[in-house]
């Protein structure tokens, strides 16, 4: 009797422990799962990433963090969609001040919390004015950091009273000073990028800035004219590429077109960029690929000239390109607006395929487009990018329930919304401030987070520049 009581008890015991080890296994599968989901999924606006503002800006139930700056905007043009950059988990931002009816370029750099570096300039802030002298105004653009830690500004400069404003790079070292190595005092001039009319005194502006193989590019225009520059690391022209240093769009018949670049990147030696193209006064997307020595490249849409038209199969509506994304598959993404000004407009995400065709498995043949409220007159795409994970990314804004709203959508990798993200594939800020945001720039790091910048408009007719981070 006594051995098997003793018998039962070691079979009850094994059976206690088995019960004990397959619950804890799957306690630890769900926790696993539930893990993995978390890390792969962004879900809200980070909860410690600069002040807590006292707003539910998600609408997920709790109030929000993020970065409000008075005073300082974002390119509010069609134009720049590059303005932040993350490096070294450090968030860098350029922009504009305007004080005393001048504009003053300034640059911020963040710590991963949110909170002003003081390492950078001393308190985080580095301004810059007077650069081209005569009191001039300084707008700055666009930002890239390199690998040595040196940042990169473009914008332009101009003189009051003067209507031509001249293009600028200014590298920074990293502490925020002007590193003299770069031209001698850590400042480019393209004064005499345009050798149109033979006028050295034309309109030129830098748009979009990217670093590579210590070769600096900048893609802009001068006097209406698209132009993308390549510098070496010392700042001088490099004669290597295009006509010394410099590529326009000088191919018959567009050459005789206004044309602007909006966005430039870079992929395997070739140089991609992306605007727009004034063709018998209707604007159109304009995509280029270029070879490394700047010569246009004739595997892409038969000579590297990409026109994109009739979108809207409506002759009033304009189309214009505003960011440019290749991805590491040879497809090629660009992010825009296709409007009917003053009246409609619509989001517009392209895939072409690397020879630039359209890529039939994207969208309708290539194309997709979304009106985030029907009959919207603001609805602009801005900025577009694909995290670790092939997720597609775009920002911008569109107006909803009668308000100009920031807006971040994911996409399938077929083109359709990703209903996953916030349940429709689409996030619409509620107010960051009061009464409008503007969505300029997105940026996504190595570990998935995503950084949004543009402007708010608060009342009284207060704007500041904002930085978002979601995790």
Known sequence: MFRTLIIVSIFVLLFIKIVFLYSCKYRSLICLTQNTIENTTVNEVSDNFGPDQQRDIDLDGDNDSYILIDNVFVEDDMGTESSIYVKNNKVYLVGTRFLNNMYDLMVFRFNSDGTYDNSFSGDGVAVFDNIIGQNSGDLGFAIYVDDNNKTYITGYSYIPGVENPDLIVLRLDEYGNLDNSFNTDGIFIGEMINTYNNNVDDWDVGNSIVVNNNKIYVGGWSWAKMAILRLNYDGTYDNNFGDSGIVRLNISPYSS?????????????KIYACGDID?????????????NNGSFDNTFSGDGILIISNIVPDPLYYNHALSIYPDNNSKVYIAGTSMWWGTESKWVVI????????????GNNGIAIFDIEAGNREDIARSISIDNNNRIYVTGISVVNNRISLVLMRLNPDGTLDNSFFNDGILVFDSLTGN???????FIDMNNFIYLTGVTFGSGGIFRTFVIKLE
């Open 351 to 362: 895939r072409l395929n690397y020879d630039g065709s359209f890529d039939a498995n994207f």
């Open 436 to 442: 409008a945001d503007q969505g300029r720039s997105l």
């Open 279 to 291: 063709i018998s006064s209707t604007w159109q997307m304009l995509v280029v690929r270029l070879n």
């Open 257 to 269: 077109y206004n044309s602007y670049i909006r966005s430039i990147a870079l992929k395997n030696d």
